[in-house]
């Protein structure tokens, strides 16, 4: 079964950091575009950053300079570090990933709450 599981999620204060990590199962990491997305209270769901299986690496504006997305197929395993937090980055931070070849996109996991505030 295809599955992905998001963690590293918390409560830190502006200025501060946090790794997400997406561990996924049942797939074969390296055949897919992976992504983190998120989704403030009231907000539509938007596109963080994206990493190619190739690791090209692409970022929202405005998370440039802060946010770092990187990949371990050997351990099916996909980052998100975040650094220089912001109270606007608070919301649940989900995983995606697509194939490379049929873009199909696998189903979303639970997410991981990020909460930047003082």
């Known amino acids: 079964q295809v599955q992905l599981v998001e963690s590293g999620g918390g409560l830190v204060q502006p200025g501060g950091s946090l790794r997400l990590s997406c561990g996924a199962s049942g797939m074969i990491l390296s055949l897919y575009l992976m992504g983190w997305y998120r989704q403030a209270p009231g907000k539509q769901r938007e596109l963080v950053s994206t990493?190619?299986?190739?690791?090209?690496?692409d970022y929202a504006d405005s998370v440039k300079g802060r946010f770092t997305i990187s990949r371990d197929n050997t351990r099916n395993t996909v980052y998100l570090q975040m650094n220089s937090l912001k109270p606007e980055d608070t919301a649940v931070y989900y995983c995606n990933a697509r194939h490379r070849i049929f873009n199909q996109d696998v189903d979303w996991g639970q997410g991981t709450q990020v909460t930047v505030s003082s």
């Open positions: 990493i190619t299986s190739g690791g090209s690496t």
